[in-house]
C-alpha cells in the first residue's frame, strides 16, 4: 500500500498512544511505501520534545524513537515543492498551510493520506481519511 502519511500518524504510533495504538500497527504493518512532506521530521521533533516536557518520555526514549522513526522508511519530499498548492489549499479550506501541504502531496502522489486530523478529513474527504479506512492494494 503506497499513503502519504501525517505526522500524528506517525507521533502516535511512536509513542504507542492508547486510542490509537491498534490502528497504527495495523497502517504500519500494512503500508509499504509510505511518504510524507519533508517538514514531518521538525513536527515529529517538536511532538517528542512536548512528550519529554509531559513526562512521558524521557530524553533518552525521545531520541530513541526519533531513530525508530528513520527505520520507517518515510520518502521525504521538500516542501518548496508543494508550498504553492498548500497554500492555495488552506485558503481556499481554512485548515493549516502545513496540514495542507499533506493534502498537496497525497493529491499530487494520487494516493490517500492517512491523518487523525478531523477537520482534515472534512475539508477533503477525497484524500484525507484515518488509517482504518484506507483501502489495502
Not at 504510533?13 to 500497527?25: A, I, N, P, S, V
Not at 504500519?28 to 512536548?50: D, F, G, I, K, Q
Given at each position: 500500500m503506497?499513503?502519504?502519511?501525517?505526522?500524528?500518524?506517525?507521533?502516535?504510533?511512536?509513542?504507542?498512544?492508547?486510542?490509537f495504538r491498534e490502528e497504527c500497527?495495523?497502517?504500519?504493518?500494512?503500508?509499504?511505501?509510505?511518504?510524507?512532506?519533508?517538514?514531518?521530521?521538525a513536527e515529529l521533533t517538536n511532538v517528542l520534545w512536548m512528550a519529554t516536557r509531559k513526562h512521558i518520555v524521557?530524553?533518552?526514549?525521545?531520541l530513541h524513537r526519533?531513530?525508530?522513526?528513520?527505520?520507517?522508511?518515510?520518502?521525504?519530499?521538500?516542501?518548496?515543492?508543494?508550498?504553492?498548492?498548500?497554500?492555495?489549499?488552506?485558503?481556499?479550506?481554512?485548515?493549516?498551510a502545513y496540514d495542507a501541504l499533506f493534502v498537496e502531496l497525497a493529491d499530487r502522489e494520487a494516493v490517500p493520506l492517512a491523518t487523525f486530523?478531523?477537520?482534515?478529513?472534512?475539508?477533503f474527504p477525497r484524500l484525507a481519511m484515518r488509517p482504518r479506512r484506507i483501502r489495502l492494494k
Amino acid at each position: 500500500m503506497r499513503a502519504v502519511v501525517d505526522t500524528n500518524v506517525i507521533a502516535y504510533f511512536l509513542l504507542g498512544t492508547e486510542d490509537f495504538r491498534e490502528e497504527c500497527e495495523r497502517f504500519w504493518r500494512e503500508v509499504h511505501e509510505p511518504v510524507a512532506p519533508a517538514s514531518w521530521e521538525a513536527e515529529l521533533t517538536n511532538v517528542l520534545w512536548m512528550a519529554t516536557r509531559k513526562h512521558i518520555v524521557d530524553l533518552p526514549e525521545a531520541l530513541h524513537r526519533l531513530e525508530l522513526a528513520k527505520g520507517l522508511g518515510i520518502r521525504s519530499v521538500a516542501v518548496s515543492s508543494l508550498w504553492g498548492g498548500a497554500l492555495a489549499r488552506a485558503h481556499a479550506s481554512g485548515i493549516a498551510a502545513y496540514d495542507a501541504l499533506f493534502v498537496e502531496l497525497a493529491d499530487r502522489e494520487a494516493v490517500p493520506l492517512a491523518t487523525f486530523d478531523e477537520s482534515v478529513v472534512r475539508a477533503f474527504p477525497r484524500l484525507a481519511m484515518r488509517p482504518r479506512r484506507i483501502r489495502l492494494k
